[in-house]
């Protein structure tokens, strides 16, 4: 009989929502348990509910957003995003340089694709959000991970960044804010990043998908703006900010210096023709979503909740002995530290494992984040308070005699 195989160009592709803990959490679904998930960024499941002006705007659109749209998108979606970039000081974004995807993953992938050719290599920050990696790898290059250093507030170590460029090298992706740190990365080090491809002739790739989820009051710079003589691809879009994951409505700009960018930006213009466009009644929404940014900015405030529930996580899991963590700046993300020498833990995927078969509680190993040791794994902390109070008990309680036996 004829069977069909995968590709061999998936062999190299690792991708965190898959595998055997995600194995695990589908059969206990399936078997009739119930299970916290604090292992994905999907807002909505948690009781947030989208902005009321946002959903009113595509309700009224539904009627008229019926056809295909342009490839790149409908003129108001894309005259919103390029307002946006000016507001984030990002130069040389017209509407002809926008392009509007089924989320921000649709034009990851399809940049990569755009853009490599078999060995080139792209510059992938370890932990990573691991669609960079497996988007890289499909497209037939090599992502080399450059080290973020949890001593420095989990920023990109950039003598690490230095050291792994060679003439392979196409570009230096940088997701800030970050997921799965939290990170919020200063100017000097958006400065540094910048200066390493404008010295090696690089194109930058700022994923920066949580720009409007900073906390503390601190300010989100583009790393676009800091680089107006190079060519930065930038992503957002409004699967976060504004809790709507499952409409699928994202947004890629070129910014900069595109003239030395010609094939490559055909190249997109033809992968981004040929999936059509993406969903229009979600682009139809993004106009009023950009305009409507008060609600976000009510989550991040002292008294709600995304602001209450970083500070409970943040507290109680650096309560909890054998673990630490580093302050979230940004997005709902922890990845904290787990002592390894005290828990005996050499597999952090077993230890997310059998947490979860104890507990029913499911977290993200570090390994599905590309980070090499098994030293940690990644909190979502959208859930209520009342909720990752139980999390953190079970949590507290199972690592009180766990020990992994070789
Ligand atoms: N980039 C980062 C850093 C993310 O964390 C995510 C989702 O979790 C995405 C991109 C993809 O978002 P979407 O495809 O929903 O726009």
Request: aromatic fraction near 10%; hydrophobic fraction near 40%; charged fraction near 25%.
């Amino acid at each position: 009989m004829r069977t069909f195989e995968k590709s061999t160009k998936l062999d190299n592709v690792c991708y965190d929502i898959r595998g055997p803990v995600m194995d695990e959490a589908n059969r206990m679904i399936a078997a009739g348990e119930s299970i916290v998930k604090l292992n994905i960024g999907n807002p909505a499941p948690f009781g947030f509910r989208a902005p009321e002006a946002v959903l009113k705007m595509m309700a009224e659109n539904l009627p008229n957003t019926e056809g295909y749209s342009d490839s790149k998108g409908i003129w108001e979606a894309r005259k919103a995003i390029v307002d946006y970039c000016q507001s984030k000081h990002m130069p040389n974004v017209t509407e002809n340089d926008v392009y509007t995807g089924n989320g921000v993953s649709e034009l990851i992938t399809l940049s990569m694709q755009g853009l490599l050719n078999n060995g080139d290599e792209i510059l992938v920050p370890a932990p990573d959000y691991p669609l960079w990696t497996a988007s890289v790898t499909l497209a037939g290059g090599t992502a080399v991970h450059y080290i973020c250093d949890e001593q420095s507030e989990w920023y990109p170590d950039i003598e690490d960044m230095k050291s792994k460029i060679t003439d392979k090298t196409k570009g230096i992706v940088v997701i800030n804010p970050n997921n799965p740190t939290g990170a919020l990365y200063p100017k000097e080090i958006l400065e540094q990043i910048a200066e390493l491809a404008r010295e090696h002739e690089l194109i930058l790739f700022a994923d920066e998908i949580y720009d409007r989820l900073v906390l503390d009051g601190l300010e989100h710079i583009s790393l676009a703006g800091l680089a107006p003589d190079l060519l930065t691809v930038s992503f957002n879009g409004l699967s976060k900010s504004h809790l709507i994951a499952g409409y699928r409505c994202g947004w890629m700009c070129l910014c900069g210096d595109k003239s030395k960018a010609k094939g490559y930006i055909e190249g997109i213009n033809l992968l981004s023709s040929m999936r059509l466009c993406s969903n229009v009644p979600a682009q139809s929404l993004i106009p009023a979503a950009l305009e409507h940014l008060e609600s976000t900015k009510e989550l991040l405030a002292p008294g709600g909740r995304i602001y209450e529930q970083r500070e409970y996580i943040y507290d109680a899991v650096n309560e909890i002995p054998g673990l630490t963590a580093v302050k979230p700046k940004a997005a709902f993300y922890m990845f904290p530290k787990i002592d390894t020498k005290k828990f005996e833990i050499y597999d952090d995927e077993k230890f997310v494992l059998d947490f979860l078969k104890e507990k029913k509680i499911l977290f993200t190993h570090g390994g599905g984040f590309h980070w090499e040791q098994p030293d940690h794994f990644r909190i979502v902390y959208l859930p209520y308070v009342e909720d990752l109070r139980k999390a953190m008990g079970a949590l507290k309680d199972f690592l009180k005699d766990y020990r992994q036996l070789r």
